[in-house]
């Protein structure tokens, strides 16, 4: 038994040198692994309760649009891209309140919108639709050149047709129809050939008045020649006295 006793407080002894060696450093790791617990806990907490709140926004601009409530759905938006801009209901409610807006005749209000996702949405899927309404709202206002620029920008393949179809639009506004003519037939190659879209651009391309594109796109017609001078009248002879 002292035997036993004696070797019990050897490993004792050994486990009180190594914990005096080794104690800070198995501390300071167990608590960084604490705090890697409570901040990872605490993070989702926090993106929970930031979803839930954002998307309660979200639901009452859709409530607001349902009851064509234009105060609640201005309030809500803005409350939503204000307090919870990193969410995935912010640039979703604010697609939402643009076209509430757009329907109300409020261009200005639909604009401020898309540009908010343009220039915030981290969904590139997102930003593309909100281009593509975008630039609709600006040919609406006459802001032609505004709604090419935002045409022009770098867009997935998948929306080329799309984006092709709306600068024809475009170019047809502005009486530019050899370009429009153009940009409808590029955007027919880039379009799903049974999808609905491409036949509404080949009405488009078929409504063009063909004579202004004809003459548009013909080569400028050499300029008549001038009218030859008249030939000098012939000197009359003299008569001999």
Known sequence: MAAYDLDEQEKLGDLKAWWARNGNIVTGIVVVLALAVAGT??????????ANEASTLYFAINEGIQKNEAAKIKDA???????FPSTGFAPRGALLAA????????????????EWVVANSKEDELKNVARLRLAAVLMDKKEFDAALVALD???????AGLFLDAKGDVFKLQGKFADAKTAYEEALKKLDSKGSQRQITQLKLDSLPLATVAQATAAPAAAPAA????????AKSETKK
């Open 99 to 114: 076209k509430a807006a757009f329907d109300a005749n409020d261009l200005d209000g639909a604009k401020k919108n898309l």
């Open 41 to 50: 806990q605490g993070w989702k907490w926090w993106n929970k309760k930031q």
């Open 227 to 234: 009218p030859a001078a008249p030939a000098a009248a012939p």
């Open 77 to 83: 938006a803005a409350q939503l891209l204000e307090k």
């Open 153 to 159: 920008a770098k867009h997935h393949e998948s929306f």
